[in-house]
């Protein structure tokens, strides 16, 4: 008998190129459907996919229902962030921010329904947006990434109203703290600002590769993830994961991860972060690594928890990063399967 | 007694005497007789019962005086004598009475004789004339029956029907005012047509049977025009040679060919004919000029057409049957053989035997380069294959990894995506196979040349996946929708992997041979040098760690050619595997990297690692350059060099180390990192000359 080849199905020249596209597809965003069933993830070729995870949650789940219910190109650039209210998916990258109902974006050849492009400064290349924050009290949008300044927009009307300048580099990540009106940023410069949003000032600078606990000058200052809860502050990046007390503006923990991270968030009494390597880490407060749960992809960009009131069933953690995969964890312990574009 | 019978006789004599003239006179005169003979008409008038009363009387009266003449004689006396005397008178007179009596009697006999003949002849009269009225009735009703069993032979004819005759037939014919109520009349009527009809026909199939005559005339007379046009002919032929030759014009050479590819089998038929008109039709399209000798195809047979002859007397017996039927033949015949070894040897041998005749295609391509094939057919297997070789215009310095570019084996592996060449494409061989104990055909391709899909195409031959056919026949019309990309694929083969080889022997030598119309693609300075440039095996790249996406994703195939690349820039390495798929350029060569330069760094650990790798993999349509993009892959390794370059100068420098970096940043970059995985600006702008972000 002839030798089995490694796939049944010769590739041509489309085939190559698609399996290539696959091979090099980071995914930077994701963002779950204000209903939780639905999750859009945005990728390096400005692509995004919405996938349907309750469909990918049930019992007779198949192979196509791990792929997109749709794919669109949203954007010409890679999509670097993108959230979602309780109406629109909110996506953004190449210097514009664009606005998908999500109640259509099931339907073939959706077309975005608002586009704004905050007043930039510099024409030579358009900067890129890196972060998308919502402040619900106010219904107003903050953007922020490479022109060094805080946006915002108000979603109203749609005008952007302030500009927060202050950041000497691009701007990574944005936290918005939840009891007083302010906004944290980190940036490529190696600081975190904290923003009065009613000042439009800034409050408070802290220059965390200064910190000489968790400076790693060879990994460079850059400040690529960001969380807050009440009084406290978790950040990395070029700089180890550290957990700060905001008042005192001192590091209380610090995480002992080599690997740069670059997404970090709150979920009960732990920290969830991901970043460099396969698996999304959690840690306790206290600085113990609690488990490091492997993922699919060789790194990780972006984590999203899925906590919609309305779709309890679809409670998962999603993880998604330099590969065309998103990894679905049901519970935080192991990975269930893999969403795939 | 004796006195009265003598007495008798006289009255007897007279009687016969006078008898034959009363008979004659008895009618025509009575009275003359009443004359002579009144006796006749005597006893008519006398009356028979008296007669004999009276004949009674004289006998007793004789009686008596008998008896009376006795009494006196014996008495005697003289006086007696009177008295006797006187009785014998008395006596006598009695005997006078007898005699009259006598006579009468026979008179009356002779008349009652006469009477009963004639009666007598009466009836037999009658009796005749009934006889021959009998007879007459007899034949007059044979006469009768005869008529009416008569059958007429007009019934037999088969007539028009009426409706048509009444309306086709002419009045005089047809008659209707009579013929309609009387059926005689018309059938006559109908006969009468019918007769007319026919005579008319008759005279046409005269005229047609002349007609026929006269054309055959003029057939037989153009035939021997023909028969002495074909002498002439040749002569012409032979006389126009030298002018053929002078001109260019292989007119005879081809109808020669013809001849030859009448003895090809069907598939090789079809691709000979198919590539012929291919051919021929390129060459008129590409020049306005007659056809000229160097034209990109030419199409020859090669191979015994004796042998060809021999084996095929009906060339159109199906290949299959005869492959099963040989088999089986074989296996009742070579019995006797000694050892199974030899037995399934020779079965073998016989069933991937190759038609004696094979077809050469060349293919010549700008630069002067050939591609030579040679298209066999594997009669019991009923498949094709093809050897191919390929010869330049000048000699080739055949660089070390270049080995395999065009090596007879590979040059055409993967035509079409998937076509390797190593399988039958025959799904009934494997049975065949199975039979001799051929494994695969893999192991004989190298003698048999390579039976890829698209060579069953161009020679007609379509096997289904789904169901198999018994007997596939040899179709112009697949071929012939094949035989155009099929050649241009082919030549474009030829010129890539001569293109390769080219910039193969220069790789070798560490130089990044880019062509000046490429040049806008890369900054005009390049620090980072190609040092290496070797060929390794497929399972070298399979096992090496940093390639194991590539082998994943299912794209490093057995049939691809695999190199490896080491660019080198200071003490940073940076190490490419590369995949070259046999269908570059229409395929890129596909890159994986790992750069060793403060630890080794591949696409796993570092987001520009694998930018780099996506900047060469899937944006290589930039690097493409002019048509038909032979040069991707130098432009691709000369980025390679340039994306170096950026990585290496654009790092950032670690405060806490002491002295100066290590490569001091010279490219123009707009900004450092941008984006969530910090890309470095590796997309190089032309005309000004500055790196941006992608």
């Known amino acids: 008998m002839e030798r089995a080849v490694p796939h049944a199905v010769p590739l041509g020249q489309v085939e190559v190129f698609q399996a290539l596209q696959r091979l090099h597809m980071t995914i930077f965003s994701q963002s779950v459907s204000p209903c939780g069933k639905f999750l859009a993830a945005g990728n390096n070729y400005g692509q995004i996919a919405v996938f349907s995870l309750s469909a990918a949650l049930s019992s007779e789940a198949k192979e196509e229902s791990k792929k997109p219910v749709v794919t669109f190109q949203a954007h010409d650039g890679p999509v670097y962030c993108m959230v979602s209210t309780d109406r629109h998916l909110l996506s953004a990258g190449d210097g514009e921010v664009k606005a998908w109902l999500w109640a259509e974006i099931l339907k073939k050849g959706c077309k975005e329904l608002w586009r704004r492009q905050p007043p930039y400064r510099t024409s030579l290349e358009v900067p890129e947006i890196n972060a998308l924050l919502l402040v619900p009290k106010e219904n107003s949008l903050i953007l922020a990434g490479g022109d060094c300044q805080l946006h915002t927009m108000d979603l109203e009307t749609g005008t952007f109203t302030r500009a927060l300048r202050g950041h000497t580099d691009y701007i990574h990540c944005l936290a918005l703290r939840e009891r007083s009106p302010e906004v944290l940023s980190g940036g490529e410069d190696g600081t975190v600002r904290l923003w009065d949003l009613r000042s439009a000032q800034e409050v408070q600078t802290i220059e965390v590769y200064k910190h000489e606990e968790c400076s790693r000058p060879h990994n460079g200052r850059w400040i690529g993830c960001l969380a807050t809860d009440s009084d406290w502050m978790v950040c990395g990046g070029g700089p180890a994961l550290t957990l700060w007390h905001l008042r005192s503006s001192t590091p209380t923990t610090v995480f002992p991860m080599r690997a740069p991270q670059k997404h970090v968030t709150f979920y009960q009494d732990l920290i969830l972060s991901a970043g460099q390597g396969r698996c999304v880490n959690q840690w306790q407060l206290s600085g113990e690594l609690k488990a490091q749960v492997p993922g699919s992809s060789p790194g990780l960009l972006s984590l999203s928890l899925n906590q919609q009131p309305a779709a309890p069933e679809c409670k998962v953690l999603t993880a998604a990063g330099n590969s065309c995969r998103v990894d679905v964890f049901t519970n935080l312990g192991y990975r269930a399967f893999s969403l795939s574009f | ?694």
């Open chain 2, 1 to 694: 007694m004796s006195s009265e019978s003598s007495k008798k006789r006289k009255p007897k004599v007279i009687r016969s005497d006078g008898a034959p003239s009363e008979g004659k006179r008895n009618r025509s005169d009575t009275e003359q007789e009443g004359k002579y003979y009144s006796e006749e008409a005597e006893v008519d008038l006398r009356d028979p019962g008296r007669d004999y009363e009276l004949y009674k009387y004289t006998c007793q009266e004789l009686q008596r005086l008998m008896a009376e003449i006795q009494d006196l004689k014996s008495r005697g006396g003289k006086d007696v004598a009177v008295e006797i005397e006187d009785r014998r008178i008395q006596s006598c007179v009695h005997f006078m009475t007898l005699k009259k009596l006598n006579r009468l009697a026979h008179i009356r006999l002779k008349k009652g004789r006469d009477q009963t003949h004639e009666a007598k002849q009466k009836v037999d009269a009658y009796h005749l004339q009934l006889q021959n009225l009998l007879y007459e009735v007899m034949h007059l009703q044979k006469e009768i029956t005869k008529c009416l069993e008569f059958k007429s032979k007009h019934e037999e004819i088969d007539l028009v029907s009426l409706e048509e005759f009444y309306k086709e037939a002419p009045p005089d014919i047809s008659k209707a005012e009579v013929t309609m109520g009387d059926p005689h009349q018309q059938t006559l009527a109908r006969l009468d047509w019918e007769l007319e009809q026919r005579k008319r026909l008759a005279e046409k199939y005269r005229e047609c049977l002349s007609n026929k005559e006269k054309i055959l005339k003029e057939i037989e007379v153009k035939k021997e025009y023909l028969s002495s046009l074909q002498p002439r002919l040749n002569s012409i032929m032979q006389a126009s040679l030298p002018v053929q030759e002078y001109l260019f014009m292989p007119f005879d050479q081809a109808h020669k060919q013809y001849e030859t590819a009448r003895h090809l089998p069907p598939p090789l038929y079809v691709l000979f004919v198919q590539a012929t008109a291919y051919g021929q039709a390129c060459a008129h399209m590409k020049s306005s000029q007659p056809p000229r000798q160097d034209k990109t195809l030419s199409v020859a047979i090669e191979g015994s057409v004796d042998e060809a002859k021999a084996l095929f007397k009906p060339p159109e017996d199906s290949q299959d049957d005869e492959s099963d039927s040989d088999a089986e033949e074989e296996q009742t015949t070579k019995r006797r053989r000694p050892t199974l070894g030899v037995q399934l040897d020779d079965k073998r041998k016989e069933m991937l035997k190759r038609h004696p005749l094979s077809v050469m295609l060349d293919l010549k391509c700008k630069d002067d380069s050939v591609l030579h094939l040679t298209f066999y057919y594997l009669m019991n297997l009923n498949i094709m294959t093809v050897k191919a070789k390929v010869t330049t215009a000048t000699e080739l310095i055949t660089p070390i990894s270049a080995g395999d570019l065009l090596s007879p084996d590979s040059v055409l592996s993967c035509l079409y995506p998937g076509d390797h060449g190593k399988k039958t494409p025959n799904p009934a061989n494997q049975y065949q196979f199975d039979k001799v104990g051929i494994l695969t055909l893999r192991d004989y391709v190298l003698d048999l040349g390579h039976p890829y899909l698209w060579v069953q195409k161009l020679g007609g031959l379509h096997f289904p996946k789904e169901q198999p056919q018994h007997t596939v026949i040899a179709d112009h019309s697949l071929s012939a929708s094949h035989m155009e990309t099929t050649m241009k694929l082919l030549k474009t083969r030829v010129q890539s992997r001569l293109a390769l080889h080219k910039q193969f022997a220069s790789l070798e030598h560490g130089i990044v041979p880019v062509t000046s119309d490429c040049q806008y693609l890369f900054p005009a300075k390049v620090v980072s040098r190609l040092v290496k440039w070797v060929t390794i095996a497929h399972e070298d790249y399979m096992e090496l760690h940093f390639t194991k996406d590539i082998v994943e994703a299912g794209l490093a195939e057995d049939t691809n050619l695999y190199y490896m690349a080491l660019v080198e820039r200071g003490t940073a390495k940076l190490q490419a595997a590369v995949v070259l798929n046999p269908g570059y350029s229409s395929i890129p060569p596909i890159f994986q990297l790992c750069l060793n330069w403060k630890g080794e760094k591949t696409n796993s650990n570092d987001d520009n690692i694998r930018a780099m790798e996506s900047e060469v993999n899937v944006c290589y349509k930039e690097l493409c350059g002019p048509r038909p993009s032979h040069q991707l892959l130098t432009n691709q390794l000369q980025r390679l060099c340039v994306l170096l370059d950026v990585y290496l100068e654009t790092e950032s420098h670690d405060d806490s180390v002491e002295g100066p970096k290590e490569f001091p940043q010279e490219k123009m970059c707009l900004r450092l990192f941008r984006g969530p995985s910090r890309m470095k600006p590796f997309k190089y702008n032309h005309p000004q000359g500055f790196f941006s972000h992608r």
